[in-house]
């Protein structure tokens, strides 16, 4: 869960522990409905960046 409760966009970089092994990610959003794919190395390295508008958030799934 990413929540953003201020009135201005918010960015971040969140570290996720190691998950399976392959090339990409994939985060399901239950809010937006929608998928987004992400590269293992860059997460691992950097983080999961995540951008929100004012007052919203993201409910994230790890799709095996």
Do not use: M, W
């Amino acid at each position: 869960v990413v929540v953003n409760y201020s009135p201005c966009y918010a960015r971040a970089r969140l570290p996720i522990k190691p998950g399976p092994r392959g090339a990409e990610y994939t985060f399901f959003d239950e809010i937006s409905d929608r998928f987004f794919t992400r590269s293992i190395e860059e997460v691992k390295n950097q983080g999961l960046f995540v951008e929100l508008p004012p007052y919203s958030a993201h409910l994230l799934d790890l799709e095996f």
